[in-house]
């Protein structure tokens, strides 16, 4: 896919008009290159022109950083006074209600830091890949006595752009430059950009060494009021999202018992409405003829509606799920106007979660011999009253589960996008990604399929930690889907950008052993031949380099440097126009 569209989809809508306009200054080097190519000139005449050419490209880069940088610091100042006031306003005297606005406040002003955040970064790549485009196109029309009287003259033009003068050198070479110059005392390199992925030509390091001088590429100032607002918040706001609430936090919302009854399967009718009753549902025993139970969460509203079901770590070392249900179920449902049920397992795999591993306590996956069997292995005992005695209960299910141990994924939905039901709980979810899958055998999304129960899977990011980005993102799909089923008021949160849409995707695998090197972030296109990864040997010499076998999205990618025959690399997404009647990407 094009870097503009990159763009386009990295975008937050409501700042769109704030981000460089990629596609104007790729359209000029385009057209004026192409025109130098096509008209005739003498010597002179033709340096003149390209003088004139690369002056104007210059010009047009510096309205692109001013524009950019004005949102940037704008955004800064009234962030950081906002949240010097937020510091201020709060206090142990605050009513319920005035805590309730602060944290809304609060939410709202972090959420602002990250945008911003993630602004820079998208900018600072922007300017980035234009400045290689003017490299890769300036070259390739140019002599080398051009490009050595364009050096001089960039270097002069440089000296009354930029805000300090850093040393630059330039030599007279066709060469690829590191993108780093020499920088002043006062300059500071950036803290958003991977400098080291870059390279630029000696012309392009000078028009660089301006975009180095403006705050949102060289500042950590957003980093730093991010860091500041999320001390603020774990100070006054012990029930974040990352923790999991006490009885007393939970009782304050109606809980029905603090002794929390067992029960051998979920029945809904005995539960009160208006209110989260917390139960035990005993799916096995163990060893020592003790049950196995696992803890369920219920939100049953006044008024009748669908049953939603949601469950979490059914690879006991994908957490991301609970807090996400904590806090729907302690903040986000008030069941005094819910319609409908919501049912939640924040542990669906008991054994998994105790032992912090992903598989059952006889090291089977899960989430590969559903529905289980009534009479089978300790697994599929487990499985089959998983399904039985909770998810039969529920009308849809939401599966929530993050990255395998030592990979990391984006936040992306695996969805059957054929099916209608599916498709529109996978988009209202708003990932990052989705991903049209028609669900493996034995996994707990194809067991409710064949129920009849629409399902999906929703990849929270990264294993055995909680990502409170991804855990907010994520919620806030839920409650999309519940206020788009009429549970809860209409209040459907839009996407800060649109999914991309992969008809498939799949795994790439190593073929030998070492310490590999994954080079794409996950959320990010590669193209076709692109390199994607290398494999050195333990002595340090290169003994592989992975290509992109096509154009797609980076899924999720291997962590571990630690290599062997058949590991995963990358988890690569194809957008095509059509989707299969089945596919399954063998995802494990």
């Known amino acids: 896919m094009k870097y503009a569209k990159q763009l386009s989809l990295r975008t937050i809508p409501s700042w769109s008009e704030h981000y460089i306009n990629y596609r104007k200054l790729k359209k000029y080097l385009k ?48 962030a950081s006074a906002s949240l010097e006031e937020l510091n201020l306003r709060w206090h142990k005297g605050l009513s319920q209600e005035e805590q309730d606005q602060w944290r809304k406040d609060m939410t709202e002003l972090l959420q602002t830091l990250e945008y911003l955040h993630e602004f820079a970064k998208t900018n600072i790549t922007g300017f980035q890949k234009i400045l290689k485009k003017f490299d890769r ?18 270097q002069s033009n440089l000296r009354t752009t930029l805000h300090s003068s ?8 066709r060469g690829f430059y590191d993108l780093t110059c020499v920088p ?55 029930l974040s999202p990352a923790a999991t609430p006490s009885l007393q936090d939970l009782s304050a919302l109606d809980v029905e018992d603090a002794s929390i009854p067992t029960m051998t399967s979920l029945d809904l ?11 035990w549902v005993i799916l096995a025993e163990d060893g020592l003829g003790l049950p196995l139970k696992a803890p369920v969460m219920v939100a049953k509203g006044v008024k009748p509606g669908p049953v939603v079901g949601l469950t979490a770590a059914l690879h006991g070392n994908e957490l991301n799920g609970i807090p996400l249900i904590h806090r729907l179920m302690s903040q986000e449902l008030d069941c005094t106007a819910l319609h409908g049920i919501v049912v939640a397992v924040p542990v669906a795999n008991i054994p998994g979660y105790l032992a ?3 598989t059952f306590s006889d090291g089977t996956d899960l989430n590969r011999v559903m529905p289980g069997k009534r009479n089978g292995t300790t697994s599929q ?6 399904i039985d005695r909770i998810v039969s209960k529920v009308g849809y299910l939401i599966d929530l589960h993050t990255a395998s141990k030592g990979r990391a994924n984006s936040l992306y939905v695996r969805a059957n996008m054929v099916d209608k039901r599916t498709s529109w709980m996978a988009r209202l979810q708003n990932p990052q990604i989705i991903v049209h899958n028609t669900s493996p055998d034995g996994s707990l999304r194809g067991a409710a399929m064949e129920r009849g129960i629409p399902a999906i899977t929703v990849e929270i990011g990264d294993p055995s930690k909680f990502q409170k980005r991804f855990v907010r993102n994520a919620l806030q799909g839920v409650t999309n889907i519940l206020s788009n089923l009429k549970m809860v008021p209409d209040d459907k949160q839009p996407a800060d950008y649109d999914p991309v849409v992969c008809a498939k995707s799949y795994w790439i695998f190593a073929k030998r052993g070492g310490l590999l090197n994954v080079l794409p972030d996950v959320n990010v296109w590669v193209k076709k031949n692109e390199p994607i990864a290398t494999l050195h040997s333990v002595f ?23 290599c062997q025959s058949g590991q995963r690399i990358l988890h690569l997404g194809v957008v095509e126009e059509v989707f299969a009647v089945k596919v399954d990407d063998g995802h494990l």
Request: charged share 25%.
């Open 166 to 173: 850093p040393e630059i050198v330039v030599t007279n070479t």
């Open 381 to 386: 005992v487990y499985a089959f009253n998983l």
């Open 540 to 562: 340090g010499i290169l003994v592989e380099t992975y290509y992109a076998p096509e154009d797609g999205i980076v899924i999720g990618k291997e962590m571990d440097p630690v």
């Open 184 to 238: 002043s005392r006062t300059s500071t390199a950036s803290p958003h950009s991977n400098l080291n992925r870059y390279s630029f030509t000696p012309i392009g390091k000078d028009l660089w060494a301006i975009v180095t001088t403006y705050s949102f590429v060289t500042s950590e100032r957003d980093e730093a009021l991010l860091s500041r607002g999320r001390q603020i918040w774990r100070k006054h706001v012990p």
């Open 356 to 358: 912090s591993q992903r």
């Open 31 to 78: 057209d004026t290159f192409a025109e130098r190519e096509n008209v005739s000139r003498s010597g002179s005449e033709n340096q003149a022109v390209l003088n004139e050419a690369v002056d104007k490209f210059r010009k047009m880069l510096v309205i692109e950083l001013e524009k950019v940088n004005k949102h940037y610091e704008k955004i800064e100042v009234e």
């Open 269 to 279: 009718d005995v539960l009160p409405n208006g209110r989260v009753s917390l139960l």
């Open 137 to 154: 196109t300036f070259y390739k029309t140019s002599t080398n006595s051009e490009i050595d009287e364009i050096s001089q003259q960039v």
